[in-house]
């Protein structure tokens, strides 16, 4: 840590405006490429977006924040120009600011809690983050920040899968003095970090560099490693000494609709055809050797994020026509405004209101999708409103892709070697508030104890799972 | 890194390689399968265990040269390395109370068809396996399973070089025919293990195949691998790779095992102009 500055700052005083847009590649450019959408502030714009920050004495922003960030403290340290400073209020709470600051539905969380709400024009916290993630990674390794490590415990914990989750809970471990190992059942760390955000959202070289940080703090990454199958839980603690872990498999299982012709060459779960391009990076393809199927005209079927991410997957691998069918009313997708927007900008015609009925195909390979129109009901216990199926409404929509982005359901894999782990009726892990499962000394947290939800919902359960760790080790 | 310890070309397209692995032959059973990856650009493969040691911690596998994946494989050597190995994967085959039991292996299906066997053996079932292969030369195995307590041990080609003339079905539906079998286990291509099945299933007796559809990470997590099992969708990684063979829809799978067909022919190519194997 540095030592405390004991002049006195002059007051901050807030300079009014519109909140400082973020520069984008231009939409038709960039869905020739994979290269990132957004460019994120220069100093002088992040500058001028933190001026207008109220610095109030009781900041909202930090409860609309699952991992607490002292968004304040960043922005005031902004404000001073120091960002060297600002990095450290970051990474106290976060060890992975650059691609929070990109991937976080801020507007639901920080920023929805900003007083500047009000107005319309609440601060660009994400993007205020991404701006010194960005900074932070900028340096060379040697200079950049790390955090205050507390002495040796003694204590070594497993955590299983390298998403949001293992990641937040390893860091937070580390930093807490356990030797910490996470264990990955892919070849490559980061979870849906690297196999299912897009490139052009999240580049990998910078979830690579914030996972080689946690690298340098002590935490082990042993990759190819299937918990569940090559260990299992108990060979954890037992077979190979570790004292306590802790479980962040992620969701996983794609969920598909149940139509007929699903299973026709040319439809992907979106798990699959992300993971395709992403992790595989079929995109290079025939440089790297996993081919994906490049159709012409591609349906994705959902309305969320990763429909979103699928879609505009789909323009860049050279689809000359990319439909997004959902069958409620766009209003109600749960997909980010912002990601809906930069699909709509990039040319993704949205089918709203139709529900896929069968998968139509030829010779094994699809030929089209044939939907029904939907009208809307009186609200669901969703509290959106119900879609039903208008009768006699059938139509075809002709593609030679299909993309089911319905999201996940628990994988059985890893339950199945914890025998004795308690799980709910739909296979998810049942923890209590600290992310204690039934079994001693085993945590969990992220998608496999929710089901589907944010990469930093996921953080925030590994941190506090880590702290409630970090307790009962000291205790035990 | 995983260190290559052994290679074997067993015929002209067949080889064997041996692997250095301890956590996955740790714990692997027969039947069971595992992912690779030959070098930092490497497409995700799964391949079926021919042998393992949890002793001497290694893995054996036998694939044939097919496409860019095992293009690559056949240029490794003994000190060389894989870029990932992980497993093992799926559900291990059933053996033990099986009783009289028909196991058919056929070309490269001969090595997943061995440890499956020697369990099965080894369980106190009573075991005949039918050997099939185009011909003589791509016969695999044939010596390791003479040595196992088989209580027979049929080889069948399709041009008589070796063994009896014909398919792996004839034997197999004689053994039906004369009530000399209770279970049936089919691994080889799918469309050997279709008509095994439909062989079997006039009899009525419980047929299982091990399939080998498409796989991306293979723990249940991206549904490449889907298969019809009796019009439920199954995923073969984590619900199989052992499956009901009069269940099946094999029409489908084999269907979805061509999908990239064009793509492979091209990375291989690809491959192959910058090299001299003549393979």
């Known amino acids: ?476 | 890194m995983f260190e290559v310890l052994a290679t074997r070309q067993l015929s002209d397209a067949v080889f064997e390689m041996k692997v250095a692995a301890p956590a996955v032959a740790a714990k692997a059973h027969a039947g069971q399968f595992f992912i690779l990856r030959v070098d930092a650009e490497g497409e995700r493969v799964p391949f079926t265990f021919s042998d393992w040691s949890a002793e001497e911690g290694w893995i054996r596998f036998i694939f044939m040269r097919v496409g860019l994946t095992t293009h690559k494989l056949t240029h490794l050597a003994a000190g060389d390395f894989l870029a990932d190995v992980a497993g093992p994967l799926g559900v291990p085959s059933h053996a033990g109370g099986l009783g009289r039991v028909a196991v058919v292996g056929g070309g490269v299906g001969a090595a997943v068809a061995y440890p499956v066997a020697r369990a099965m053996c080894a369980a106190g079932d009573e075991v005949t396996v039918i050997l099939g292969a185009r011909n003589a030369e791509l016969l695999i195995l044939e010596d390791e399973f003479r040595a196992l307590p088989l209580k027979d041990l049929v080889v069948m080609t399709d041009d008589g070089s070796a063994g009896r003339h014909g398919l792996v079905t004839a034997p197999l539906k004689e053994l039906c025919e004369t009530g000399a079998i209770d279970h049936a286990m089919a691994i080889g291509p799918a469309i050997m293990m279709k008509f095994c099945a439909a062989t079997t299933k006039e009899f009525a007796v419980p047929t299982v195949v091990s399939l080998n559809p498409i796989m991306v990470d293979g723990t249940g997590m991206c549904g490449a691998c889907r298969v019809s099992v009796g019009g439920e969708m199954k995923f073969g990684c984590v619900d199989g790779p052992d499956f009901d063979g009069h269940l099946v829809d094999f029409e489908e799978l084999m269907s979805r095992q061509r999908v990239y067909v064009d793509d492979e022919r091209v990375a291989d190519a690809e491959f192959s102009k910058g090299c001299s194997c003549g393979l």
């Open chain 1, 1 to 476: 840590m540095r030592p405390v500055d004991e002049t006195p700052k002059p007051r901050h005083r807030p300079v009014k405006g519109t909140r400082i847009p973020m520069r984008e590649n231009d939409p038709l450019e960039r869905i020739a490429s994979f290269t990132e959408v957004g460019l994120g502030y220069d100093a002088a714009e992040a500058h001028t977006e933190a001026m207008r920050c109220l610095q109030c004495a009781k900041p909202p922003c930090v409860d609309g924040c699952p991992v607490h960030i002292d968004i304040k403290g960043f922005i005031g340290k902004i404000i001073e120009g120091d960002e060297c400073a600002g990095v450290e209020v970051l990474k106290t709470r976060n060890a992975l600011p650059a691609a929070c600051g990109r991937v976080c539905p801020q507007e639901e969380q920080c920023e929805a809690s900003c007083v500047l709400q009000r107005t319309g024009q609440p601060i660009a916290i994400g993007r205020l983050e991404r701006y010194l993630g960005d900074f932070d990674l900028a340096r060379v390794p040697a200079e950049r920040c790390r955090p205050e490590i507390a002495p040796a415990s003694g204590k070594r914990v497993a955590v299983v899968g390298s998403g949001p989750a293992g990641l937040a809970c390893a860091g937070e471990l580390a930093m807490r003095g356990h030797g910490v190992t996470v264990f990955e059942s892919l070849h490559v760390p980061g979870g849906v970090l690297v196999y299912g955000i897009p490139e052009f959202r999240l580049p990998k070289a910078l979830v690579q560099a914030e996972i080689d940080m946690l690298a340098e703090i002590g935490v082990r990454i042993v990759t190819d490693a299937v918990v569940g199958t090559t260990y299992t839980i108990d060979d954890l603690l037992t077979a190979e000494g570790f004292d306590a872990a802790f479980i962040g498999s992620g969701a996983g299982l794609p969920i598909f609709s149940g139509i007929p012709g699903e299973n026709l060459n040319g439809v992907y779960s979106s798990n699959e055809f992300l993971t395709r391009v992403n992790l595989m990076r079929a995109y290079e393809f025939p440089r790297s050797d996993t081919p994906v199927w490049r159709g012409r005209t591609v349906a994705v079927v959902g309305g969320g994020n990763v429909a979103m991410d699928a879609a505009r997957t789909a323009l860049r691998l050279g689809a000359a026509h990319v439909m997004l069918v959902y069958r409620r009313a766009e209003e109600e997708m749960p997909a980010r405004h912002e990601e809906v927007h930069h699909a709509r900008q990039e040319g993704v015609e949205f089918v709203m209101l139709c529900s896929p009925q069968e998968v139509l195909g030829r010779d094994g390979f699809v030929t089209g999708m044939r939907v029904t129109r939907m009208e809307l009901g009186e609200p669901d216990e969703s509290g959106r409103r119900a879609p039903m199926c208008v009768i006699g409404s059938e139509f075809d929509l002709e593609c030679d892709t299909v993309i089911m982005a319905l999201g996940t359901r628990a994988n059985p894999l890893l339950a199945k070697a914890a025998p004795d782990l308690e799980l709910d009726k739909r296979g998810y892990i049942v923890t209590d508030a600290d992310g204690a499962t039934n079994l001693p000394g085993v945590y969990a947290g992220g998608d496999i104890v929710t089901g589907s939800a944010t990469v930093i919902r996921a953080m925030g359960a590994g941190k506090d799972a880590a702290r409630a760790m970090d307790a009962w080790l000291r205790r035990s």
